[in-house]
């Protein structure tokens, strides 16, 4: 009863939650949301996205309903989308049906950036939905088991979004190394990172800022039936379990070279796809080949990754930052309009007091 008074007056749920750059990829999937192999990534504090909820009680029979705006801007479109993701998840939640979601959303790095947004955006949109899950029950505070929820249910609404709920780093997918993992959700690194790591700097060197030529769920599908899906699958196993023990040891000499391999055999996956596809630029070329140069010439402790997409980031020691400030500067020669964007590893999301 005393629920359904908070909702005829409308409950505010608001979080900022931000994207991730995966070290270890995931690419391939089955079944609702599980991933064909474990992945690891670096949850991000510049590049984040904002949403608030009021839920309010809709009439009987008319609800889940969504009302989105993005930017404050109505969005139809995503409206739609997000209000079928709604309804896939409510079995999940124990708040009534009948509820409308006035959804405001805005990021904080501009649409255009190319930047993959679904992670920061479902991420924040789970948390908002987990806080208005524990408002209704009268629970307060943010516990191990509601992290946990909001990262199964980000899942739900994209792969990638799971990892973005824990700040600093953090893997999805059962892997033999990380007792806890799960493919359903994601978990923190179980150790101490080593101090090398802490704060990793990651310039964001936006090559192209407009929509890919292929989305993920294509590229994701076409591991299906892939020659060298098995192998890949293998592959980002044995990188993980690599990648695990040079986090833990400062060894940035491995964590490079996974990382790099990660990111060049994800783009191998798309070009020997059937059919398969570019999605790197001949800008990004030159800069991964500038950035193995300047390596190569200064011993800096430099490397770079690649999302799905022609947008190339480099990843570096905070305490290196001065040093490769002189590389940054020359790359962005190859950037559009000269954008990088500064981010570094975060303390992941942060639950905000929205009117
Ligand atoms: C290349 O998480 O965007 O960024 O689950 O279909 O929403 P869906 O896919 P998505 O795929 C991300 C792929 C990647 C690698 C990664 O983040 O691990």
């Not at 059962?174 to 493919?183: E, F, L, T, V």
């Not at 940035?252 to 391999?261: A, G, P, Q």
Request: aromatic share 8%; charged share 20%.
């Amino acid at each position: 009863m005393e629920a359904e008074d908070a909702l005829n007056s409308g409950i505010i749920t608001c979080w900022q939650s931000p994207s991730n750059i995966a070290l270890v990829k995931y690419w391939g999937k089955k079944g609702n949301q599980i991933p064909a192999n474990a992945s690891l990534s670096i949850t991000l504090s510049v590049a984040y996205t904002l949403t608030r909820i009021k839920a309010s009680k809709a009439p009987s029979g008319k609800g889940p309903a969504v009302i989105f705006r993005f930017e404050g801007v109505l969005n139809e479109t995503f409206g739609v989308r997000i209000e079928s993701f709604i309804k896939s998840v409510l079995p999940h939640f124990t708040f009534p049906k009948d509820i409308i979601f006035d959804i405001e959303s805005g990021n904080n790095f501009p649409h255009s950036a190319g930047i993959a947004s679904s992670a920061s955006a479902m991420s924040a949109l789970a948390l908002c939905l987990c806080s208005l899950e524990n408002k209704l029950a009268g629970i307060d505070g943010i516990s191990e088991s509601f992290l946990q929820k909001a990262s199964f249910i980000s899942r739900i609404g994209s792969g990638s979004a799971c990892r973005s709920v824990f700040g600093g780093i953090s893997v999805w997918g059962k892997h033999p190394a990380i007792d806890g993992s799960d493919d359903e959700f994601a978990v923190p690194l179980p150790f101490e990172l080593h101090p090398l790591f802490a704060g990793i700097r990651d310039t964001i060197l936006i090559v192209d800022p407009g929509q890919k030529r292929v989305s993920s769920s294509v590229g994701h599908n076409l591991m299906k039936g892939h020659a060298y899906a098995a192998a890949r699958f293998s592959q980002a196993t044995t990188n993980l379990t690599a990648m695990l023990l040079a986090l833990k040891q400062g060894d940035w000499e491995t964590f490079s070279l996974i990382t790099e391999n990660e990111a060049l055999s994800l783009h191998a996956m798309m070009m020997t796809s059937r059919p398969g596809y570019l999605l790197m630029h001949s800008n990004s070329l030159k800069i991964i080949d500038k950035v193995a140069e300047f390596r190569k010439q200064t011993g800096s402790a430099v490397c770079y990754t690649l999302d799905a997409g022609p947008n190339v980031h480099i990843l570096y020691p905070e305490s290196d930052s001065d040093k490769i400030k002189p590389l940054i500067e020359e790359l962005k020669e190859y950037c559009h309009q000269g954008t990088a964007i500064e981010d570094k590893m975060g303390s992941g999301p942060e639950k905000l007091n929205c009117r």
